[in-house]
């Protein structure tokens, strides 16, 4: 592997290992919700790569976020906010747009949290999401906080 190369106008740039993780060897940690365990694939920066596992009965409440979310489902069904979602599915979660997640029987999904375009908010802290709580009431709290803000 050459580790000099040059770019488009001659210039010697170098190229360096890039951070990476094998999924295979990440260990699956909780998550907010009971039904749910994830994979933290990336996180910096208020950005988080995460892989979903849900439970058959997995269900969210209807909430919402400051941050946006695009989630691409690779297993099972997930119905959304009433429209159900099989593999291969992108859906786009905008920030403060409230949904709810039933997947009846069980799934895998990837989801992408970045900085929302209209808050400039990304996600802050655990990217399993346990600061918000697990119950609506505990959640509802968090979000009036920070939409305060």
Request: hydrophobic share 30%; aromatic share 10%.
């Amino acid at each position: 592997m050459k580790n000099q190369e040059k770019n488009a106008i001659g210039n010697k740039i170098t190229l360096k290992p890039l951070k990476s993780e094998n999924i295979e060897d990440l260990n699956w940690r909780g998550s907010r919700f009971a039904e749910s365990d994830i994979k933290v694939l990336s996180y910096r920066d208020g950005v988080a790569l995460n892989m979903t596992r849900v439970k058959p009965g997995g269900y969210t409440f209807p909430h919402q976020h400051l941050f946006r979310q695009i989630r691409y489902i690779l297993e099972g069904e997930f119905i959304i906010n009433g429209i159900t979602y099989g593999p291969g599915s992108a859906i786009d979660f905008p920030e403060r747009v409230h949904y709810e997640v039933d997947c009846p029987q069980g799934g895998l999904m990837l989801v992408f949290q970045f900085h929302g375009t209209t808050t400039g908010v990304g996600v802050v802290g655990d990217p399993g999401g346990l600061a918000y709580g697990n119950t609506p009431e505990e959640d509802a709290v968090r979000s009036h906080k920070e939409l305060e803000t």
